[in-house]
Antibody
Framework: EVQLVESGGGLVKPGGSLRLSCAAS????????MNWVRQAPGKGLEWVSS????????YYADSVKGRFTISRDNAKNSLYLQMNSLRAEDTAVYYC??????????????WGQGTMVTVSS | QSALTQPASVSGSPGQSITISCTGT?????????VSWYQQHPGKAPKLMIY???NRPSGVSNRFSGSKSGNTASLTISGLQAEDEAVYYC???????????FGGGTKLTVL
């Protein structure tokens, strides 16, 4: 079964840091680009960051550029998001999502269950 | 403000059909046949319902269909069922520097 499982969310004070992880299973992780997408409470989906299969291409939304770092370990079938200098507006559910590639229009096809990040004093 | 424009809400009675629109530009929806639709129930992750404008992943009901005309994509749900009540998001490949763009979401209420 194709599966993505996020972990690492929690409550953190403004200015603090968190590292999110996403464990992939059921597919050849090293063949796919991966994404982090977030959803603030009661709001829509926002693309946060993307990384290509070999880590040669990385994208960050302007809202997180310079504060967040995406990475992956293909040997461990894992995706990461290091979040520093967190702000209240970063409060959201963070989803790990597989880029389906040519099979699904270069858009997400598989999503994890999400992990909640709350930034509050 | 989302890159793709969707109506905030739509509603329909069981058994009826509804259509949700998703309007972009020639740089995204209008320029590529790479539009996806996602269904999200409260507290759950988004689920892919349509990809490449009109293709259904395995396991998705054939009551769900997609189409596109110019810069506007559409999701049609026929034979509405109570379980279809959810928020639906469109997404498109784009020629901009971003990997893709999302619509703001449309809440479907089954009356």
């Amino acid at each position: 079964e194709v599966q993505l499982v996020e972990s690492g969310g929690g409550l953190v004070k403004p200015g603090g840091s968190l590292r999110l992880s996403c464990a992939a299973s059921g597919f050849t992780f090293s063949s796919y680009s991966m994404n982090w997408v977030r959803q603030a409470p009661g709001k829509g989906l926002e693309w946060v960051s993307s990384i290509s299969s070999s880590s040669s291409y990385i994208y960050y939304a302007d809202s997180v550029k310079g504060r967040f770092t995406i990475s992956r370990d293909n040997a461990k079938n894992s995706l990461y998001l290091q979040m520093n200098s967190l702000r209240a507006e970063d409060t959201a559910v963070y989803y790990c999502a597989r880029d389906g590639g040519y099979r699904s229009g270069w858009l997400p096809d598989i999503w994890g269950q999400g992990t909640m990040v709350t930034v509050s004093s | 403000q989302s890159a793709l424009t969707q109506p905030a809400s739509v509603s329909g009675s069981p058994g009826q059909s509804i259509t949700i629109s998703c309007t972009g530009t020639s740089s995204d929806v209008g320029g590529y046949n790479y539009v996806s639709w996602y269904q999200q129930h409260p507290g759950k992750a988004p689920k892919l319902m349509i990809y490449d404008v009109s293709n259904r992943p395995s396991g998705v009901s054939n009551r769900f269909s997609g189409s596109k005309s110019g810069n506007t994509a559409s999701l049609t749900i026929s034979g509405l069922q109570a379980e279809d009540e959810a928020v639906y998001y469109c997404s498109s490949y784009t020629s901009s520097s971003t990997p893709g763009v999302f619509g703001g979401g449309t809440k479907l209420t089954v009356l």
